[in-house]
C-alpha cells in the first residue's frame, strides 16, 4: 500500500538557517504530493503541493520537487523565522477520492 | 465562508459514554473525511464520504459511525468510548474526486476518554 516516511524530529534550527525536511515515499500509480503545516493549537493548512514529476511546488519561502526517480518530496526553505516553528506533515494521495496518506509529522523549533 | 469548522474544541468523556463530534463545511466540498492524529503516527484515516448519503470506511474505523445526510455536514459517532479513542479529531473537505485537489482541514477536536 501507500506510505510515506518523513525525518523523525524535533529539529531545532536558529533564525535564518537552512532548513531541509526529507520525505520519501511509496506509491502505487502516480502520486500528488503534498506539504501541510500545523501551527501550535490549530489545523493543518496546506503550504504546497505538486501533482507530477518534476513539479516544484512553492508558497512562503518553502520549496519541494516531486521527485519521481529518487520517490522524493524534501521541503526547504532558505532562510526560517521564529514564526515557522510549527510541525509539518508530507503526504500523497493517488487516485480518484479524498484519501490522504501521511507522514508522522516532523516538528520545527525555530530559536532567535 | 467559514470553511471547515469543528465543535465542541475540547471534550472529556467516561469510557462508555457515547457523544458526537460535529462537523461542517461552507464550501459545497462533495467530499469530506474525519482522520485521527496520535503522536508518532501522523492523520489515519477513519471514515469517509464522496457525497450525501454515502460514506466509507478508511484505514482505523472500528468504534466509529457515520451518516453524511446533507453536504454539509459529516457528524462522527462514538457509540461507547473507550481510552484508545482520546485523541485529536479532525475534520477535512475537499471538491474533486481528481487526485490534485486540496484538502481543507477544520481546528480539530481535542478529545479525552478517561
Known amino acids: 500500500g501507500d506510505s510515506v516516511t518523513q525525518m523523525e524530529g524535533p529539529v531545532t534550527l536558529s533564525e535564518e538557517a537552512f532548513l531541509t525536511i526529507n520525505c520519501t515515499y511509496t506509491?502505487?500509480?502516480?502520486?500528488?504530493l503534498f506539504w501541510y503545516v500545523q501551527y501550535p493549537g490549530e489545523g493543518l493548512q496546506l503550504l504546497l503541493k505538486?501533482?507530477?514529476?518534476?513539479d516544484k511546488g512553492s508558497n512562503k519561502g518553502f520549496e519541494a520537487t516531486y521527485r519521481k526517480e529518487t520517490t522524493s518530496f524534501h521541503l526547504e526553505k532558505g532562510s526560517v523565522q521564529v514564526s515557522d516553528s510549527a510541525v509539518y506533515f508530507c503526504?500523497?494521495?493517488?487516485?480518484?477520492?479524498?484519501?490522504?496518506?501521511f507522514g508522522t509529522g516532523t516538528q520545527l523549533k525555530v530559536e532567535l | 465562508n467559514a470553511g471547515v469548522t469543528q465543535t465542541p474544541k475540547f471534550q472529556v468523556l467516561k469510557t462508555g459514554q457515547s457523544m458526537t463530534l460535529q462537523c461542517a463545511q461552507d464550501?459545497?466540498?462533495?467530499?469530506m473525511s474525519w482522520y485521527r492524529q496520535d503522536p508518532g503516527m501522523g492523520l489515519r484515516l477513519i471514515h469517509y464520504?464522496?457525497?450525501?448519503?454515502?460514506?466509507d470506511q478508511g484505514e482505523v474505523p472500528n468504534g466509529y459511525n457515520v451518516s453524511r445526510s446533507t453536504t454539509e455536514d459529516f457528524p462522527l459517532r462514538l457509540l461507547s468510548a473507550a481510552p484508545s479513542q482520546t485523541s485529536v479529531y479532525f475534520c477535512?473537505?475537499?471538491?474533486?474526486?481528481?487526485?490534485?485537489?486540496?484538502?481543507?482541514f477544520g481546528p480539530g477536536t481535542r478529545l479525552t476518554v478517561l
Open positions: 505538486a501533482t507530477k514529476a518534476d
Open positions: 464550501m459545497n466540498h462533495e467530499y
Open positions: 477535512a473537505s475537499s471538491s474533486e474526486q481528481t487526485h490534485t485537489d486540496t484538502q481543507y
Open positions: 503526504a500523497l494521495k493517488t487516485g480518484g477520492g479524498n484519501k490522504l496518506t
Open positions: 464520504s464522496v457525497g450525501a448519503g454515502i460514506t
Open positions: 506509491a502505487t500509480g502516480y502520486p500528488s
